[in-house]
């Protein structure tokens, strides 16, 4: 599973590398009205990217496993993955009520970094 949180990192930067292209080439034309929301979504995307890889390494370093490897994981990756679709969604649509999704991929993010929290202070 650690494998599924570090890919998942990589490919996280990817598309983010490649969201800040697109950024770009909207900035040199005429930008979209949901042009903030997408830049603001694109460096969290890369934070987010980086800390998964950050945490691939964690779990495998601190032999995380059961149910809080599963936590970190999946809870990681969904957190990672739904957080900034739901920001762009937001611009995109124009439908402002489901920001509150934010917290629930926020409540699966923190889930995770609480777990991993334990596992430092437990094994490290």
């Excluded at 990192?9 to 009205?33: D, I, K």
């Amino acid at each position: 599973m650690s494998r599924l949180l570090k890919t998942s990192g990589f490919l996280g930067l990817t598309v983010q590398m490649l969201w800040g292209m697109g950024n770009v080439v909207y900035l040199m034309g005429s930008p979209p009205a949901f042009w903030a929301e997408w830049v603001g979504a694109h460096a969290h995307f890369g934070v987010l990217g980086i800390l998964a890889v950050a945490t691939g390494f964690a779990v495998d370093h601190f032999e995380t496993s059961g149910t809080r490897r599963t936590v970190v994981v999946y809870g990681f990756v969904l957190g990672q993955w739904l957080l900034p679709a739901t920001l762009v969604a937001q611009g995109v649509t124009g439908m402002h009520q489901i920001g509150i999704l934010e917290f629930v991929w926020g409540l699966c993010l923190l889930a995770a970094m609480a777990v991993m929290t334990l596992e430092a202070w437990n094994k490290g």
